[in-house]
């Protein structure tokens, strides 16, 4: 199975200050037919299921804010979030889509500072 | 509105079963492919299985956790998806997720409790 790493594991950050989030797979992700990286991120708040934010590692969801942005490929990914929010406090995975059976990471607790 | 809906949870005795239901509306259910997750109290959440479509022969696929024991299945006529629990044990105890696969999972249920206590 991918193993899928999450660092760190939790974070506070200053509001309108910047995010990183990082996700690293056991194994590459890039499917290289298409060259397209199977993974997503997904933001999850108490009481709620996960939400999509992106998908093919850097594609926004419908309806996700433009300061939420992915990169990376192959086996290492990041998760942006540009100038922090009250709302954007949340547990936040990243998900390889890549091979079943699909994992994903440990999750990162994000907080305000 | 898409949406799915799910139903079935409750408490459980170890060894016994549950059979959980996700019902869609809002869009095409035929041609989704349905994931199950569950979220331990207080842990992440941990992929379980899934259903792919009629297309792709319904395949079915499961974690090794629960492997022998679950059953994904689904009712193309009724837009339903289902997940056949059996042998519960206690660390089977989670809020359980079904979620429509397209690229990530961008449709989820609301969740359902499943509590597996004697």
């Given at each position: 199975d991918i193993v899928v790493t999450q660092s760190p594991d939790s974070l506070a950050v200053s509001l309108g200050e910047r995010?990183?989030?990082?996700?690293?797979?056991?194994q590459s992700l890039l499917f290289n037919s298409n060259n397209k990286n199977y993974l997503a991120w997904y933001q999850q708040k108490p009481g709620h299921p996960p939400k999509l934010l992106l998908y093919w590692a850097s594609?926004?969801?419908?309806g996700v804010p433009d300061r939420f942005s992915g990169s990376g490929s192959g086996t290492d990914f990041t998760l942006t979030i540009s100038r922090l929010q009250a709302e954007d406090v949340a547990v936040y995975y990243c998900q390889q889509y890549y091979v079943t059976p699909d994992t994903f990471g440990q999750g990162t607790r994000l907080d305000i500072k | 509105?898409?949406?799915?809906?799910?139903?079935?949870g409750g408490l459980v005795q170890p060894g016994g079963s549950l059979k959980l239901s996700c019902a869609a509306s809002g869009f095409t259910f035929s041609v989704s492919a349905i994931h199950w997750v569950r979220q331990a109290p207080g842990?992440?959440?941990?992929w379980i299985g899934r259903i792919r479509t009629r297309t792709n022969n319904y395949a079915a696929a499961y974690a090794?956790?629960?492997k022998g024991r679950f059953t994904v299945s689904r009712d193309d006529s009724r837009n339903t998806a289902y997940l056949q629990m059996n042998i519960l044990q206690t660390d089977d105890t989670a809020v359980y997720f079904c979620a429509r696969m397209n690229y990530g999972m961008d449709v989820w249920g609301q969740g359902t409790t499943v509590t597996v206590s004697s």
């Open positions: 995010v990183t989030i990082n996700c690293k797979s056991s594609t926004r969801a419908s | 509105e898409v949406q799915l809906v799910q139903s079935g842990k992440g959440v941990e090794a956790s629960v």
